[in-house]
């Protein structure tokens, strides 16, 4: 899902380097030393508000 926001123009990422082969098309720098992170997400079990929707759809992510 990050490289579909940086393909998009939506976002930059720090990806682990194992990404860089599917990030074919986007300009990628070697980072050393960087910070660890941990990304969560959350997603209701009672459906998609509309904005919600439209940004999946921005990204091509059909409805699952």
């Known amino acids: 899902m990050m490289a579909r926001l940086v393909r998009k123009g939506l976002a930059i990422a720090l990806l682990p380097s194992v990404y860089v082969p599917h990030l ?18 959350d997603w209701s ?15 091509d992510l059909p409805d699952r």
């Open 24 to 41: 074919t098309g986007l300009a990628t720098i070697e980072i050393t030393d960087a910070p660890m992170r941990v990304e969560y997400l």
């Open 45 to 59: 079990g009672v459906g998609r508000t509309p904005a919600a929707t439209a940004f999946l759809n921005l990204l």
